[in-house]
């Protein structure tokens, strides 16, 4: 069965459910920045947490930081990024538009009938020049005695510049990670499709140091950890592949590369990339901060500089990559049922307590069973208008319970517990409830697409 998500639908559920909105849109939007809404950051947090999760509180081998945005602008000398960060750019003389030289045969001609760059008659394209990504200000408040500092293209180089201070306090030796999360920018030529790239965006990087003889090893171990990782929150396994990279899109610094990719409605595309970064770093650092980076083995006195194996992922990518994984529709009594099958740890909403009419006793029994949940797990009262369209309201926002109270409750305090997923409705016991939720919250879960699908 074709699946029937498409990146407008997705883009539409998304404004029409309070999950993401185009940022500064009173005065316009600026091009390619969201702002999260209520859903869309109980939702990206838990995709945030389960990583945690996987990195820290499932293994003893990984330490967590958060570094600064803005870092000495020699880090960015060191990293290669000040020379190497860079797209070809090509500009339209005519029109005015910028295209990536790489992306001719995908970038659409701003005349119509809409060609490739260069394909109109009109088209007067530049010679690509070389375009560096990263943000720049200034620190100090003149600007022009001011330094110039960037703002961190990726949250990596924060990670190395920390290798000594971690390996120092954490008592860790290779093999060894430093996992961290947060923002980073790039002023990328052609961003678009929503948040699969923006200029301003949420990064999940590890960096694993190792013996530099295990690194083979340790990246094939990284390799299948993260692809196990978005299995088992769900993502249907015939949508996510690994592919390797060609020598020639290698970055500068890795002697290996392969992306998790995903099946977005654009076509297979990155979700996360797992490189080979060898000791590039420590080694770039420690020559221009005049520095030892190196692993020292107090009892062999055996010294080594680390190499390291990065999974580096985009928390704004996955969050997209489960939303689109989860949208479905089906008909449901004549009706389209539209909903997001998300793992129940993902959904933003665990459990909604709806009493089924507004009078009879029935709110107030509802509000003593949300009192409790709500302690347990991310809970939400509802009271307003048909039980039919709260359900769907619900349905939209992917909260795979939904506890109606009913006149039933009222004689013998249980209550029905709506499954999102088959629309089942059992009967169960207040007293029982939150136990029974918090043990379907635990239970392994995989998607009713895919069976649908095989
Ligand atoms: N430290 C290595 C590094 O930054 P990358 O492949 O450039 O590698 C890692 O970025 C991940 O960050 C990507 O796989 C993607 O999920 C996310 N990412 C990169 N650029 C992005 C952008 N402009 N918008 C949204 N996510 C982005």
């Given at each position: 069965?074709?699946?029937?998500?498409?990146?407008e639908?997705?883009?539409?559920?998304?404004?029409?459910?309070?999950?993401?909105?185009?940022?500064?849109?009173?005065?316009?939007?600026?091009?390619?920045?969201?702002?999260?809404?209520?859903?869309?950051?109980?939702?990206?947090?838990?995709?945030?947490?389960?990583?945690?999760?996987?990195?820290?509180?499932?293994?003893?081998?990984?330490?967590?930081?958060?570094?600064?945005?803005?870092?000495?602008?020699?880090?960015?000398?060191?990293?290669?990024?000040?020379?190497?960060?860079?797209?070809?750019?090509?500009?339209?003389?005519?029109?005015?538009?910028?295209?990536?030289a790489?992306?001719?045969?995908?970038?659409?001609?701003?005349?119509?009938?809409?060609?490739h760059?260069?394909?109109?008659?009109?088209?007067?394209?530049?010679?690509?020049?070389?375009?560096?990504?990263?943000?720049?200000?200034?620190?100090?408040?003149?600007?022009?005695?001011?330094?110039?500092?960037?703002?961190?293209?990726?949250?990596?180089?924060?990670?190395?510049?920390?290798?000594?201070?971690?390996?120092q306090?954490?008592?860790?030796?290779?093999?060894?990670?430093?996992?961290?999360?947060?923002?980073?920018?790039?002023?990328?030529?052609?961003?678009?499709?929503?948040?699969?790239?923006?200029?301003?965006?949420?990064?999940?990087?590890m960096?694993?140091?190792v013996?530099?003889?295990?690194?083979?090893?340790?990246?094939?171990?990284?390799?299948?950890?993260r692809?196990?990782?978005?299995?088992?929150?769900?993502?249907?396994?015939?949508?996510?592949?690994?592919?390797?990279?060609e020598?020639?899109?290698?970055?500068?610094?890795?002697?290996?590369?392969?992306d998790?990719?995903?099946?977005?409605?654009?076509?297979?595309?990155?979700?996360?990339?797992?490189?080979?970064?060898?000791?590039?770093d420590?080694?770039?650092h420690?020559?221009?901060?005049?520095?030892k980076?190196?692993?020292?083995?107090?009892?062999?006195?055996?010294?080594?500089?680390?190499?390291?194996?990065?999974?580096?992922?985009?928390?704004?990518?996955?969050?997209?990559?489960?939303?689109?994984?989860?949208?479905?529709?089906?008909?449901?009594?004549?009706?389209?049922?539209?909903?997001?099958?998300?793992?129940?740890?993902?959904?933003?909403?665990?459990?909604?307590?709806?009493?089924?009419?507004?009078?009879?006793?029935?709110?107030?029994?509802?509000?003593?069973?949300?009192?409790?949940?709500?302690?347990?797990?991310?809970?939400?009262?509802?009271?307003?208008?048909?039980?039919?369209?709260?359900?769907?309201?619900?349905?939209?926002?992917?909260?795979?319970?939904?506890?109606t109270v009913?006149?039933?409750t009222?004689?013998?305090?249980?209550v029905?517990?709506?499954?999102?997923?088959?629309?089942?409705?059992?009967?169960?016991?207040?007293?029982?409830l939150?136990?029974?939720?918090?043990?379907?919250?635990?239970?392994?879960?995989?998607?009713?697409?895919?069976?649908?699908?095989?």
């Open positions: 069965m074709a699946d029937v998500v498409t990146m639908k997705i883009v539409s559920l998304c404004k029409r459910r309070g999950f993401v909105f185009p940022s500064s849109e009173i005065y316009g939007g600026v091009g390619s920045t969201y702002d999260y809404g209520h859903y869309g950051v109980l939702l990206k947090t838990n995709v945030k947490n389960e990583w945690w999760r996987a990195m820290l509180q499932e293994r003893d081998d990984v330490v967590a930081l958060d570094s600064a945005i803005i870092q000495h602008p020699k880090v960015w000398e060191a990293s290669g990024h000040l020379a190497g960060f860079t797209d070809p750019l090509v500009d339209c003389r005519t029109c005015k538009l910028r295209f990536r790489d992306h001719i045969g995908e970038s659409a001609c701003g005349r119509r009938p809409s060609l760059p260069g394909e109109h008659e009109e088209c007067d394209l530049t010679e690509a020049r070389d375009f560096n990504l990263m943000f720049e200000t200034t620190v100090g408040p003149v600007k022009e005695e001011g330094a110039t500092v960037y703002l961190r293209p990726e949250t990596a180089q924060g990670i190395f510049v920390n290798f000594k201070n971690v390996l306090f954490s008592r860790k030796k290779p093999p060894f990670g430093i996992a961290q999360i947060g923002k980073s920018f790039r002023n990328e030529i052609t961003p678009g499709n929503f948040v699969f790239r923006t200029r301003e965006f949420e990064q999940m990087e960096e694993f140091f013996p530099p003889a295990e690194a083979p090893r340790w990246f094939e171990h990284w390799l299948a950890e692809e196990r990782w978005y299995v088992e929150l769900g993502i249907r396994p015939d949508h996510l592949r690994l592919r390797a990279h020598a020639d899109e290698l970055s500068h610094y890795s002697s290996g590369t392969s998790v990719e995903y099946l977005f409605p654009i076509g297979w595309s990155e979700l996360e990339g797992i490189a080979n970064r060898g000791d590039f420590l080694s770039a420690a020559a221009h901060a005049r520095e980076l190196e692993y020292v083995d107090t009892a062999s006195g055996e010294r080594y500089v680390p190499y390291v194996i990065e999974p580096a992922a985009g928390a704004d990518r996955a969050t997209l990559a489960f939303l689109v994984d989860a949208y479905d529709e089906e008909e449901v009594e004549g009706e389209t049922r539209t909903l997001l099958r998300l793992h129940p740890r993902l959904a933003p909403v665990k459990v909604a307590v709806l009493p089924l009419v507004k009078k009879d006793g029935q709110p107030e029994v509802a509000q003593e069973v949300y009192a409790d949940l709500r302690r347990r797990m991310q809970a939400e009262y509802d009271e307003g208008g048909s039980i039919g369209k709260r359900y769907r309201r619900q349905d939209e926002i992917g909260t795979p319970w939904s506890v009913d006149h039933q009222l004689e013998d305090r249980t029905t517990v709506r499954d999102r997923d088959s629309l089942a409705q059992d009967r169960v016991a207040i007293d029982a939150g136990d029974e939720l918090e043990r379907r919250l635990r239970a392994p879960w995989s998607s009713p697409k895919l069976s649908r699908d095989a």
